[in-house]
DNA sequence: TTACTGACTCGGA
DNA sequence: ATCCGAGCCAGTA
């Protein structure tokens, strides 16, 4: 009945992170009702198709840094760098009490 | 059913 | 700040 799938669920919270936003996949995590389940949040972008129109770019790890490496890395980076999101040169780092979405330091 | 995996996170050193 | 070890839990085999 009302209980969706974590994955369905997961995904219903992406599609809500509001454009030049941030967010964490322990915050996605958290608000798909499992605190815990970070690593299933990443598990699930992994397997988006890649003409998915969902914000995948948009989820950063607590860090606030991206968790891709070579070519993801440079296709997430530009994509946020389009919407306006900040990064910090030295670092690489971006600052989530700016961009961070529904972040609980906020 | 059990075992292993990992786009994560946290706490301690 | 960095590094390391352990916990977590939905998929997958």
Redesign the pocket.
């Known amino acids: 009945m009302f209980e969706d799938?974590?994955?369905q669920r997961v995904l219903q919270v992406l599609n809500s992170v509001p454009y030049g936003k941030v967010t964490?996949?322990?915050n996605i995590a958290k608000l798909a009702g499992?605190p815990?389940?970070?690593?299933?949040?990443?598990?699930i972008?992994?397997?988006?198709p890649s003409d998915t129109l969902l914000p995948?770019h948009r989820?950063v790890?607590?860090e606030g840094k991206i968790?891709?490496m070579g070519e993801?890395y440079k296709t997430?980076y530009q994509r946020l760098i389009d919407e306006g999101v900040v990064f910090n040169q030295m670092s690489g780092h971006i600052d989530l009490k700016l961009f961070g979405w529904m972040m609980d330091g906020v």
């Open positions: 799938n974590f994955k964490t996949y322990g499992s815990r389940a970070a690593r299933q949040v990443g598990a972008l992994k397997g988006l995948w989820v790890n607590r968790a891709l993801a997430q």
